[in-house]
């Protein structure tokens, strides 16, 4: 891990170089005692980088993640197996500049916390079920202040509900078959989804399979792209006065498995995108202060 000071002994008068350091810290932990076992696991990790902009002021940057989940899985039967796990996520990147006596503050957070339970069973045959469901709770928040006044205030906190089960099948005539449907409900906007899945594929002989998947997805957060760096980027919900982005996608392809050591893929896919969000760039800011929306 650098610290502070090494990008500054590299600096010159000729060659100036800014302040920079970062670090990532991450384990995980696993125990098990018959048929249960649990795990847990955690990530750290973030960049700061200072500019000195000598008379004319300082900008500091620092952005990073944690990011914390444990799970207990326990075998309910020789063919049925159950987990449960919970975790949770932030993103925080916060900009501090001062330019001519000026200061300029931007905060940016994105936050989730999910709960998630499965069920895994394989069935005699060649059948294997999963079912189960997800709950995640998002906490969005963005703020510019300027000068010391705040001119972009902005908070959220939906939720998002889902159930989902997939049914893979494998026959001895070498032809896998997977089929899926996962419903979501969003409490921002008040909608509800049904995502259909489908992928096969199946072996034709000489080394060769074939293969194809299709699906219904939609997209209700937005990336808010910055022209700067990417850690000024941000994500919002697409609210109520919006339609998200839905697409379909379908892949077709080819597998070439000539030994154990080489295979050879070729696939092509088709999209159809809809409901495309753009952000409108010529809004003025005041129009997002004191738009703090807290279930």
């Not at 350091?21 to 649990?38: A, E, I, P, Q, S």
């Not at 503050?105 to 005699?124: K, P, Q, S, Y």
């Not at 989902?164 to 099948?169: I, K, P, R």
């Not at 419903?183 to 594929?201: C, K, Q, V």
């Amino acid at each position: 891990m650098p610290s502070p000071g090494c990008a500054d002994a590299l600096s010159t008068a000729e060659s100036p170089l800014p302040s920079y350091y970062f670090y990532d810290l991450n384990g995980k932990f696993v125990t098990r005692k018959d048929n249960d076992w649990f795990e847990v696991g955690g990530y750290l990790g973030r960049d700061v980088i200072g500019f000195d902009l000598e008379d004319e002021g300082n900008i500091d940057v620092g952005w990073g993640n944690r990011v914390v989940s444990g799970s207990y899985n326990r075998v309910l039967g020789e063919t049925l197996m159950g987990t449960i796990m919970l975790s949770g996520s932030e993103y925080e990147s916060t900009t501090d500049a001062y330019f001519f006596g000026t200061s300029v503050v931007v905060n940016n957070r994105l936050r989730d916390a999910t709960l998630r339970g499965d069920l895994d069973w394989h069935g005699e045959g060649s059948h294997r079920v999963r079912t189960g469901f997800q709950a995640s709770v998002f906490d969005f928040w963005y703020q510019q202040i300027f000068n010391k006044n705040e001119t972009v205030g902005y908070g959220n906190r939906p939720y998002e509900f889902s159930l989902y089960a997939d049914d893979q099948w494998r026959a001895r005539t070498g032809t896998m078959l997977r089929l899926g449907l996962r419903s979501r409900y969003i409490t921002e906007g008040d909608r509800f989804y049904l995502e259909p899945r489908l992928s096969a594929s199946q072996v034709v002989g000489g080394g060769w399979r074939i293969k194809g998947a299709a699906g219904i997805y939609n997209q209700y957060l937005q990336l808010v792209a910055t022209e700067g760096f990417s850690f000024g980027d941000f994500y919002v919900p697409i609210d109520e006065t919006a339609t998200p982005g839905r697409s379909v996608q379908v892949v077709l392809g080819g597998e070439y498995t000539p030994s154990l050591r080489y295979q050879m893929s070729i696939e092509g896919y088709y999209s159809d995108l809809k409901n495309l969000v753009t952000f409108n760039n010529s809004a003025s800011p005041t129009l997002f202060v004191t738009t703090q929306k807290r279930s």
